[in-house]
C-alpha cells in the first residue's frame, strides 16, 4: 500500500478538527512519539494529534482513511515490541487527554474509563472504594494500551489478562465509524465475540475511544512469601506444583539470581542471591491463607528450596513489588552504555521448567550482560539481553539467543508473546504459531480496515 505524505492541506486540516494547541508538526513532539520502550528502530511520524473526544476521533480516521494516511494510536510508549512505533510515519493519535474516569457503579463491579487513564491513576481513585483493576503490567500503561496488547502481569495467574476485564468498547473504526461492541452484563451467549477480536489487535483493526472494565473487590487480607531455590529449573517445578495444588496463587514471580542482586544493589533489600520466587495470596481471613501458605511450604520443601520465608509485612512485601516492576528501568540505569532487547514468550505450565533451563543456558553463553525473570504462574518468560548500540556482532548474538528461545517456546506448543505483543519483533513467528488462521486474520484486517492505514507495518510479516 502507498500512503500519502502530509501536506500543507493535510496539516491544515487536521488542525482545524482540534482545538490550535493540540496538533503539533514540532521536532520535540515528533521525535517522543518516534519510539517506545523497546529496542527497535525509531520512525518519527509527520504530525501528533491529541483528541479529547470520539467525535474528534471519528472525524480524524474519516479524513485520513480518506486521503490514505496512515494512523497510529499512542498510550503512554510503554510497549516492548514496537507496538506504536509509526513506521510508515503519518499520523499518531496521542489520548493523554482523554484520561477520564467517566463512571463508577461499585454494586456492578464495572468503571467507564476514557483509553488515556493510566491503570495506576484508576486504581488509585478505586482503592477508596474497596476496587481495584487487576491487570498489573509494572510499566505506567494506559488502559487503551493494555487493550490493544491485552497485557497481563504480575497478578494474571490468579485474575487474568486485559480480555478478561473488558465487557464493553466504543470503537472507531478505519472510515470513522464509531461502534459499541459487547455489553455491561457479566456474560453473554448473543451474537460474534468482537471484544475479544479487538482486544490484542495493537489497534490494526479499530481505535479504542472507551471502555468498560470489570472490577475487583480488593483482597480482605494477603500472605507473600520469599522462595530461594538452588537453580531456576527446580524453582520451574516448584511452581508447577503450587498450581497442581489448587492453592491459587495472586502472584507467583520468578527472578535469577542476576536479577535479585541487581534489586538487592539498587533497592538495599537484602535478599539471597539464589534464584527466587516471590509468592503472594488472597484470602479473606489470615487463618485460612496460614493453611495455604503452609502448603505452599511444604510444597517447595519437596523441591529443595534453600529458605521459604513467609509472613511478609505490607511494607517489605511493597517494597519488593515494587523493585520487581522497576526492574525495567534499573537495567536502563545499570548499563547506560547499552540498549536493552526485551523479549517474552510462554508455554503451558508443564514446561516452564525446561524453557527456563534452557533460556539460563543460552543467556550464560551470550556473553552479554543478560537477566531472566517471568510471570512463573501462567507459564510467561521474559528475557533481557544488553547489546553495545553500535555493535554488530552483539546485535546478532542477541538476535541468535531470542531467535531460540523463541522456536523453543513454539515447539512446546506455546506462544512467541506472552503478553508484549506481536508489534515489529515477532511479525516474523506468526505463521508459524498460526498457520492458516494467519490468512483469516489478514481478511479480518481487510474487512474493518480495507486501506491499511490502522497502525500499518505491525503484526503481519
Same mark, same amino acid.
Given at each position: 500500500?502507498?500512503?500519502?505524505?502530509?501536506?500543507?492541506?493535510?496539516?491544515?486540516?487536521?488542525?482545524?478538527?482540534?482545538?490550535?494547541?493540540?496538533?503539533?508538526?514540532?521536532?520535540?513532539?515528533?521525535?517522543?512519539?518516534?519510539?517506545?520502550?523497546?529496542?527497535?528502530?525509531?520512525?518519527?511520524?509527520?504530525?501528533?494529534?491529541?483528541?479529547?473526544?470520539?467525535?474528534?476521533?471519528?472525524?480524524?480516521?474519516?479524513?485520513?482513511?480518506?486521503?490514505?494516511?496512515?494512523?497510529?494510536?499512542?498510550?503512554?510508549?510503554?510497549?516492548?515490541?514496537?507496538?506504536?512505533?509509526?513506521?510508515?510515519? !503519518?499520523?499518531?493519535?496521542?489520548?493523554? *487527554?482523554?484520561?477520564?474516569? /467517566?463512571?463508577?457503579?461499585? $454494586?456492578? &463491579?464495572?468503571?467507564? +474509563?476514557?483509553?488515556?487513564?493510566?491503570?495506576?491513576?484508576?486504581?488509585?481513585?478505586?482503592?477508596?472504594?474497596?476496587?481495584?483493576?487487576?491487570?498489573?503490567?509494572?510499566?505506567?500503561?494506559?488502559?487503551?494500551?493494555?487493550?490493544?496488547?491485552?497485557?497481563?502481569?504480575?497478578?494474571?495467574?490468579?485474575?487474568?489478562?486485559?480480555?478478561?476485564?473488558?465487557?464493553?468498547?466504543?470503537?472507531?473504526?478505519?472510515?470513522?465509524?464509531?461502534?459499541?461492541?459487547?455489553?455491561?452484563?457479566?456474560?453473554?451467549?448473543?451474537?460474534?465475540?468482537?471484544?475479544?477480536?479487538?482486544?490484542?489487535?495493537? !489497534?490494526?483493526?479499530?481505535?479504542?475511544? *472507551?471502555?468498560?472494565?470489570? /472490577?475487583?473487590?480488593?483482597? $480482605?487480607? &494477603?500472605?507473600?512469601? +520469599?522462595?530461594?531455590?538452588?537453580?531456576?529449573?527446580?524453582?520451574?517445578?516448584?511452581?508447577?506444583?503450587?498450581?497442581?495444588?489448587?492453592?491459587?496463587?495472586?502472584?507467583?514471580?520468578?527472578?535469577?539470581?542476576?536479577?535479585?542482586?541487581?534489586?538487592?544493589?539498587?533497592?538495599?533489600?537484602?535478599?539471597?542471591?539464589?534464584?527466587?520466587?516471590?509468592?503472594?495470596?488472597?484470602?479473606?481471613?489470615?487463618?485460612?491463607?496460614?493453611?495455604?501458605?503452609?502448603?505452599?511450604?511444604?510444597?517447595?520443601?519437596?523441591?529443595?528450596?534453600?529458605?521459604?520465608?513467609?509472613?511478609?509485612?505490607?511494607?517489605?512485601?511493597?517494597?519488593?513489588?515494587?523493585?520487581?516492576?522497576?526492574?525495567?528501568?534499573?537495567?536502563?540505569?545499570?548499563?547506560?552504555?547499552?540498549?536493552?532487547?526485551?523479549?517474552?514468550?510462554?508455554?503451558?505450565?508443564?514446561?516452564?521448567?525446561?524453557?527456563?533451563?534452557?533460556?539460563?543456558?543460552?543467556?550464560?553463553?551470550?556473553?552479554?550482560?543478560?537477566?531472566?525473570?517471568?510471570?512463573?504462574?501462567?507459564?510467561?518468560?521474559?528475557?533481557?539481553?544488553?547489546?553495545?548500540?553500535?555493535?554488530?556482532?552483539?546485535?546478532?548474538?542477541?538476535?541468535?539467543?531470542?531467535?531460540?528461545?523463541?522456536?523453543?517456546?513454539?515447539?512446546?506448543?506455546?506462544?512467541?508473546?506472552?503478553?508484549?505483543?506481536?508489534?515489529?519483533?515477532?511479525?516474523?513467528?506468526?505463521?508459524?504459531?498460526?498457520?492458516?488462521?494467519?490468512?483469516?486474520?489478514?481478511?479480518?484486517?481487510?474487512?474493518?480496515?480495507?486501506?491499511?492505514?490502522?497502525?500499518?507495518?505491525?503484526?503481519?510479516?
Amino acid at each position: 500500500m502507498e500512503f500519502t505524505r502530509l501536506n500543507e492541506t493535510h496539516k491544515k486540516e487536521l488542525k482545524s478538527m482540534v482545538a490550535p494547541d493540540r496538533f503539533s508538526t514540532g521536532d520535540s513532539n515528533l521525535d517522543l512519539h518516534s519510539r517506545d520502550q523497546s529496542h527497535h528502530e525509531a520512525f518519527r511520524p509527520e504530525a501528533v494529534i491529541w483528541p479529547v473526544s470520539g467525535d474528534e476521533v471519528s472525524a480524524i480516521l474519516k479524513y485520513a482513511n480518506q486521503h490514505l494516511i496512515p494512523v497510529t494510536g499512542w498510550g503512554a510508549g510503554t510497549s516492548l515490541e514496537g507496538n506504536p512505533i509509526p513506521i510508515k510515519a !503519518g499520523l499518531v493519535l496521542d489520548f493523554s *487527554q482523554m484520561n477520564h474516569i /467517566l463512571s463508577v457503579r461499585e $454494586e456492578d &463491579f464495572q468503571v467507564d +474509563v476514557e483509553p488515556g487513564i493510566d491503570y495506576k491513576t484508576l486504581n488509585e481513585a478505586l482503592r477508596h472504594k474497596g476496587l481495584f483493576f487487576p491487570p498489573d503490567p509494572g510499566a505506567s500503561a494506559t488502559i487503551g494500551g493494555m487493550i490493544a496488547n491485552n497485557a497481563s502481569g504480575t497478578r494474571t495467574v490468579r485474575y487474568g489478562s486485559t480480555k478478561d476485564h473488558v465487557l464493553r468498547l466504543s470503537v472507531v473504526l478505519a472510515d470513522g465509524e464509531m461502534i459499541e461492541m459487547g455489553t455491561r452484563a457479566s456474560k453473554t451467549s448473543s451474537g460474534y465475540d468482537l471484544i475479544h477480536l479487538f482486544v490484542g489487535s495493537e !489497534g490494526t483493526l479499530g481505535i479504542v475511544v *472507551q471502555a468498560t472494565l470489570h /472490577l475487583t473487590g480488593l483482597p $480482605e487480607e &494477603f500472605s507473600a512469601a +520469599v522462595v530461594t531455590f538452588p537453580s531456576v529449573e527446580v524453582a520451574g517445578k516448584a511452581v508447577f506444583g503450587i498450581i497442581r495444588s489448587g492453592l491459587d496463587p495472586a502472584m507467583l514471580e520468578l527472578l535469577a539470581p542476576e536479577c535479585v542482586d541487581l534489586m538487592n544493589r539498587e533497592k538495599g533489600l537484602g535478599l539471597d542471591v539464589s534464584p527466587t520466587l516471590l509468592v503472594e495470596f488472597h484470602g479473606p481471613t489470615k487463618t485460612q491463607l496460614a493453611d495455604v501458605m503452609e502448603i505452599a511450604r511444604e510444597i517447595c520443601q519437596e523441591e529443595d528450596c534453600f529458605e521459604f520465608r513467609p509472613a511478609l509485612g505490607r511494607e517489605e512485601r511493597d517494597q519488593l513489588l515494587k523493585a520487581r516492576h522497576e526492574l525495567g528501568e534499573m537495567l536502563r540505569r545499570n548499563h547506560p552504555d547499552r540498549l536493552t532487547m526485551a523479549m517474552d514468550v510462554a508455554v503451558p505450565i508443564t514446561a516452564y521448567p525446561e524453557l527456563i533451563a534452557m533460556a539460563r543456558k543460552e543467556t550464560r553463553n551470550a556473553g552479554v550482560p543478560a537477566y531472566v525473570f517471568g510471570h512463573a504462574g501462567d507459564g510467561n518468560i521474559h528475557v533481557a539481553l544488553m547489546r553495545k548500540a553500535e555493535d554488530q556482532r552483539e546485535t546478532e548474538i542477541i538476535e541468535g539467543v531470542s531467535h531460540r528461545i523463541v522456536e523453543k517456546a513454539l515447539s512446546m506448543d506455546g506462544t512467541a508473546t506472552g503478553e508484549h505483543g506481536v508489534g515489529i519483533g515477532k511479525r516474523k513467528y506468526m505463521e508459524t504459531e498460526h498457520g492458516r488462521s494467519l490468512e483469516w486474520m489478514k481478511k479480518i484486517k481487510a474487512v474493518f480496515d480495507p486501506n491499511g492505514i490502522l497502525n500499518p507495518g505491525k503484526v503481519f510479516p
